[in-house]
């Protein structure tokens, strides 16, 4: 579907873009992630996708850089009138959203399958 990514896993399930960052990324560096950040949000605009799901799973500890990749996909969707929602997030991941205060724009919920079916309803 995308060129190689190696900080995100990337697919769209109806009009949801889906969303799930894939190891070691509290060290990311912005001009690493800046790449793969323009394919997520070229995929959005080209895919029609009105809401994004972030899975976050496979990352137990994650810091600004990945918090302002975030914030940017989610301008994008607050500019469709769309959804963000994360899930999975480890009891630090928790820690940091809501220190960032992020809890307050995202939905957070404990799995994918309760995350989706948010976005559904």
């Known amino acids: 579907m995308m060129g190689t990514m190696r900080f995100f896993a990337v697919h769209v399930e109806g009009s949801t873009l889906i969303v ?4 070691p990324v509290s060290n990311l560096v912005g001009h690493e992630v800046q790449p793969e950040l323009s394919q997520l949000l070229d995929l959005f605009q080209k895919e029609q996708c ?23 996909i989610f301008r994008q969707v607050r500019q469709r009138a769309g ?16 220190v960032a205060r992020f809890d307050t ?17």
């Open 20 to 23: 799930a960052p894939t190891g």
């Open 83 to 98: 959804k963000m929602v994360i899930c999975c997030l480890s009891g630090v991941g928790r820690e940091v959203i809501h």
């Open 50 to 72: 009105r809401d994004v799901l972030v899975d976050m799973e496979k990352v137990s500890f994650f810091g600004s850089v990945l918090l302002g990749a975030l914030n940017s």
């Open 105 to 121: 724009l995202w939905e957070i919920y404990p799995t994918r399958e309760e995350a989706l079916q948010s976005l559904r309803s």
